[in-house]
């Protein structure tokens, strides 16, 4: 079974930085399209970063040039480094691992193992 545990989410003030990790057992994420998504109480879960199995990187356009998702293969981690954060980032994040390839990345159906999420919270 694949098991994905997220952390490094908190409380920052709005322009400040987060760093959000996901740790994967079960999948190696080097061969492995891995996503984040984000959901806000009230709101739809909705696409946030992608990074596919052969390393190109997908952003929404909402955080482009201000977060950036990497892996760590040698941890078999993904990584999303989250700069000029913004109180509409907030949210609870979660990490996805990919198992359709029918379906865009950007679609969160098309993921089949999630993690439980870190919450995200940027306030003054």
């Known amino acids: 079974q694949v098991q994905l545990v997220e952390s490094g989410g908190g409380l920052v003030q709005p322009g400040g930085s987060l760093r959000l990790s996901c740790a994967a057992s079960g999948r190696t994420v080097s061969t492995t399209t891995m996503g984040w998504f984000r959901q806000a109480p009230g709101k739809e879960r909705e696409f946030v970063a992608a990074?596919?199995?052969?390393?190109?990187?997908y952003y929404a356009s909402s955080v482009k040039g201000r977060f950036t998702i990497s892996r760590d293969n040698a941890k078999n981690t993904v990584l999303l480094q989250m700069n000029s954060l913004k109180p509409e980032d907030t949210a609870v994040y979660y990490c996805?691992?990919?198992?359709?390839?029918?379906?865009?990345?950007?679609?969160?159906?098309?993921?089949?193992?999630w993690g439980e999420g870190t919450q995200v919270t940027v306030s003054s």
């Open positions: 996805a691992a990919k198992i359709s390839a029918d379906v865009p990345l950007v679609s969160a159906r098309g993921y089949g193992s």
């Open positions: 990074i596919h199995w052969s390393g190109t990187s």
